[in-house]
């Protein structure tokens, strides 16, 4: 009854304004209490399940092949979505994400020795492995905080459970009808693949358990029954994450290459017939997946071996292959050189991996692969520097419009660079060398795009930070407009920043200094300082506080 309750709340209530932990100790109470359920889950109460658990969203579908009655709506994904939320909130305790896991830990108990009919068992399972997987590495993000702070406590057996229910998850997937289901059985490990762990050691165990363990299967499976998993290849690649991908690309990789070296017109195998009725395919998706930098395992062998196996490819193909090689040989060049274009290294820094996987492969490269992927760094530091320098341009060519500067030169600059990406990187900044550098960490790119001298690089964000205040602003602007009526002309760059600058700063930092000594005059206050709304008075003398001493305010 207690259960039927929290759904018919969970129907007209916000699941946000649920505790996540209580949400899931409801959920476990009803699989723990109800007494006519035992050791079987019938499809009727999985289905019930399924609606507690997909009760906050009308979204019609099929979730993993079962169409569940009134809808597979996944309410656990939001929970997931909540907790990944609340991970970020440094002010709850260790014990919060700690309740999480454990109550979720004792779900996938519960569910994983039972019987769940109709295949239910496995979306069930995976559903709240996410939500106990990602409570697990909140909770782990956690302990290393305290330990940090030099806290102790006797949290120790998470990793354990974390383990232990890797396996069960797995053992659960295993069981899954794979003759006949391929597709199904990968789409299975496809979503356990993809839950949303954040980033971290957490997160790469749990994936490399998987996907070796996967590997493993596959290959025992697929012995004299590669039909099935070509076909997947061929077809619905793409539709698969980045692990299963890898795994089905070594499998036809390896059945592709065995066949070629039988010799294909002296040999009438099923396997051979079937490599040679999806060639075109095979070929096509090969293109495909080295123009976005080797998405597949299988585009690697043939770079490392294009020479050898080019007759395997038509000879468009053979020639785009060869064509690609000799691309990315000058690509490797331009980035250990710093005279890459800017959209050539957006394009490497967003496929890193893949990148990395290719060089790896090209025997003749002229750089090795261990430099390459060491000055990768280096180049996107120097490409985000330019970037965030630009902001800071801009926001500066701003503050010298509200009087006469003239910035002409900055915005010529800045026009020439406008479309970046036809753009060399050594055109922006002065590119660095591995064996030139001591420090890779400290490395700080120097910016020459705007032709500003270190002096001006280290003052400028000084300015904009002083200029976040009103009293600043005021003098700045009260300073430029009366020395650009003075001199009758438009300021440069060199007088913004000796004339208008220092002397602003230099009585600024007078008044402030006096202001927080209690030495200003009342004239003086009044004249600076004068307003009715104390709320934007303490915001602005808040403002005044550079050393971070904000007690002399409230005094």
Known sequence: MF??????????????????????????????ADS??????????????????????NFDRMYYG????????????????????LAQDSDLTIETPLRNYKIASNILDLVGTKYVAEDNKSPLCICVAEVFFISVD?????????????????????????QKHRERLKNIMMNERYYGHEEYFL??????????????????????????ELEQTLEKRSLNEEKKLVEIYCINLESFCDPIQEILSKLVFKMSMLIMKLELRFIQTEQASLLMFYS???????????????????????????????????SNSADLMRNFVEVLKQASEALSKGNILVQDLQRIMGKADHFKSIVTEIKDLPIKAEYLMASLPLREKELLAYQSTLKIVQDFMYMCTRFKGNTR????????????????????????????????????????????????????????KCGQGLLFITLWDRRGNELAKQKGKALDLDEILTEVWEPTYKFWDDLCTRLKNGNLKFSEFEKYFKTTDME??????????QDGNTKWIDV
């Open 409 to 464: 030169d900055l915005e010529d600059r800045i026009k020439r660079f406008e479309k970046l990406e036809n753009v060399s990187l050594n055109m922006l900044c002065k590119v660095a060398f591995l064996e030139d550098m001591k420090n890779h960490e400290q490395y700080e790119p120097t910016i020459t795009a705007f032709g500003l001298d270190e002096n001006a690089f280290q003052t400028i964000p000084y300015i904009l």
């Open 3 to 32: 259960f039927l309750y929290v759904v018919t709340i969970s129907k007209i209530v916000d699941l946000e304004l649920l505790p996540p932990d209580a949400v899931l100790a409801t959920l476990c109470f009803y699989i723990k």
């Open 187 to 212: 789409r299975v490990w496809n979503r356990a693949l993809e839950v949303r762990i954040p980033d971290g050691e957490i997160k790469d165990a749990y994936i490399k358990f998987l996907r070796d």
């Open 36 to 57: 006519h359920m035992g050791n079987y889950v019938s499809k009727e109460k999985a289905t019930l399940l399924f609606r507690f658990l997909y009760a906050h969203q």
């Open 536 to 545: 934007t008075l303490r915001n602005e003398l808040m403002k005044l506080c």
């Open 138 to 162: 909140w909770f782990e993000r956690c302990l290393k905080s305290r330990q940090a702070q030099g806290k102790t406590g006797a949290y120790t057996d998470h990793l354990l459970t974390f």
């Open 280 to 314: 075109t395919s095979i070929r096509k998706l090969a293109v495909k997946c080295y123009i976005e930098l080797g998405k597949s395992f299988f585009i690697n062998r043939y770079i490392k071996n294009h020479d050898e196996y080019s007759k395997s490819l038509s």
């Open 66 to 85: 079962i169409e569940m009655s009134g809808g597979a709506i996944k309410t656990l994904e939001k929970l997931s979505s909540i907790l990944l939320k």
